[in-house]
């Protein structure tokens, strides 16, 4: 009785630790719109779709779709080598439990663009649900 007490003990601590762990990792100021923010102005996709969920919502000039990692790097991939990339800044941020969302003023191709990011944390990392591209008229 003593073992599975001390073996409870053990796994509830164990447990806990990680659990602090991701938490930390979760809240502790970092900001995952540092890189993103980089590979946008660059016009990085494939750095940039690492950060993407297995499937998420892009919506390009009014064109959205529900798609998978690799369809959504492609679309984006589409709209950079049409759009080149001068610069981009996060203008506005908004952080609530597990998510995170942020805007943005993108120039590109002589034009400026409207971006949004919506981002989720699952457990392990910060993951792109949403990535929204409008022309500003």
């Not at 946008?40 to 892009?58: C, H, P, Q, T």
């Not at 919506?59 to 492609?74: F, Y």
């Not at 001068?86 to 993108?106: D, P």
Request: proline content about 1%; overall charge positive; glycine content about 6%.
């Amino acid at each position: 009785m003593k073992k599975l007490a001390r073996l409870l003990l053990i796994s509830l601590t164990i447990l806990f630790a990680f659990g602090q762990k991701a938490s930390a990792q979760q809240n502790d100021g970092y900001d995952v719109f540092v890189p993103i923010s980089k590979y946008i102005a660059k016009g990085d996709v494939e750095s940039l779709s690492a950060w993407f969920a297995d499937n998420l919502e892009i919506t390009i000039l009014s064109s959205s779709n529900n798609s998978s990692k690799n369809q959504a790097k492609q679309i984006l991939k589409s709209f950079f080598e049409s759009h080149t990339p001068r610069s981009f800044e996060i203008t506005h941020k908004v952080s609530k439990s597990t998510t995170k969302y942020a805007m943005g003023s993108l120039n590109a191709g002589g034009e400026v663009y409207s971006v949004t990011v919506f981002v989720n944390y699952n457990g392990k990392s910060y993951k792109i649900q949403q990535l929204k591209i409008e022309r500003i008229q």
